[in-house]
């Protein structure tokens, strides 16, 4: 039971950090394996180099996670954090070779993955007893990507890829000037009597909703590593696959938009069945049919779901599960063990599967590690007086 008294977030400052966050995202997500494709580095290789991003993602965010529940300044830990990164990732400017990317990715994501947590903690900490406005604090940070995205798809048309580290750098000089103007929210109080971090991982619906997360990044490893790639080798141009990666964005925002009724209307168990059984029906299109371009644009309006729902209702979940002193650890359990192990793992063997036979095979697995994260929390998420039970 939370004891605080309700404190109105800096919806604008909040809402600039996401901006530039997503910024960064909707510039290497698509375009960072288009970078090392054209440094002439195998799939393996950018599956690798994925890998090793995605890696850090299952450790760091713990270790910063409980340095920051420990000392309580989560918005310290952030801008220690991005001014790191920073530093890390120009290394990338100097070293093109393969051991030079691959430690500086390692470097540069043990610091990356420090902020995104624990920013989520300090929003959620502002919002406290209202979660549900959540959705639409996070929805800039989709018009940021969307702004990337886009932007960088019309520029680089006709141009090499060689710009794309530079793009990244701004936008890290930018999350960083971002941390800078956002307040650490007020201390939230709890009872004594909280239950242990080990008593909330071990309950039977948290560890279900562990392995539906990690399933869910692993199937979007694919999308992360090699969307773009596995389009060019179709024959599409860069600024149609910019706009491509772009509507799957612009549909998340509907979706932030419309969750907090969602939420009444539906209950978030029933969203997130919702969600896992379209990211089977999205990666199955995509991977058996990638020549039409119809297929393609409904594929990517199902992003909505495969992101926009499933990552509002399970933040909607974990918050639930994870206050107070734990909340800085649960979320750095989420990103740890699906973005991190999820997506690590995920990248990996797309990387290797790429070579062997190309996106449709890679695609085809996302959507079987869908359908198992669907069983899993169809079974799993049941238990009275849980959030994920309507």
């Given amino acids: 039971m939370h004891l605080s008294t309700q404190a109105e977030p800096p919806v604008w400052r909040i809402s600039a950090f996401y901006f530039f966050y997503f910024a960064s995202v909707g510039t290497l997500s698509p375009y960072w394996s288009l970078y090392l494709d054209w440094r002439g580095f195998s799939g393996a290789d950018i599956g690798e180099m994925a890998a090793a991003l995605a890696a850090t993602k299952i450790f760091a965010p713990y270790v910063w996670g409980a340095l920051a529940d420990r000392t309580g300044a989560r918005m310290g830990v952030v801008r220690i954090a991005a001014a790191c990164a920073l530093l890390a990732f120009s290394v990338v400017l100097v070293r093109t070779d393969y051991l030079g990317i691959f430690l500086a990715m390692l470097v540069y994501g043990f610091f990356w993955n420090a902020n995104l947590p624990q920013f989520e903690a300090n929003t959620l900490t502002f919002l406290r007893d209202q979660p549900q406005r959540y959705s639409k604090l996070r929805l800039w940070g989709s018009v940021g990507f969307i702004v990337a995205v886009m932007g960088i798809g019309w520029w680089a048309r006709d141009a090499s890829p060689a710009f794309v580290p530079y793009v990244t750098l701004a936008w890290l000089v930018a999350i960083f000037a971002a941390s800078l103007w956002v307040p650490e929210a007020p201390a939230q109080k709890t009872h004594t009597s909280s239950a242990s971090l080990r008593g909330i991982v071990t309950q039977p619906a948290v560890l279900a909703l562990f392995a539906a997360c990690f399933l869910v990044q692993l199937g979007h490893g694919p999308y992360y590593a090699f969307y773009t790639l596995y389009l060019v080798a179709q024959g599409y141009s860069r600024e149609l696959i910019g ?19 969602w939420y009444v209307d539906w209950g978030a168990r029933r969203l997130l069945l919702w969600a896992l059984g379209l990211a089977v029906v999205r990666w199955t299109l995509i991977a058996l049919f990638p020549n039409i371009l119809a297929i393609l644009v409904f594929a990517q309006l199902l992003h909505a779901a495969t992101f926009g729902v499933f990552h509002g209702v399970v933040i909607h979940i974990f918050h639930h599960f994870f206050y107070g002193p734990h909340q800085g650890r649960g979320q750095a359990l989420y990103s740890s063990l699906s973005f991190g192990a999820g997506g690590a793992v995920g990248a990996l063997y797309a990387g290797y599967l790429w070579d062997m036979g190309g996106g449709q095979i890679i695609f085809g697995v996302a959507a079987v590690a869908s359908a198992v994260a669907w069983w899993i929390a169809y079974r799993g998420l049941v238990i009275a007086g849980n959030p994920a039970h309507p």
């Fill in 243 to 261: 706009a491509l990666w772009a509507l799957g964005v612009v549909a998340e925002i509907g979706v932030f938009l419309l969750m907090p009724r």
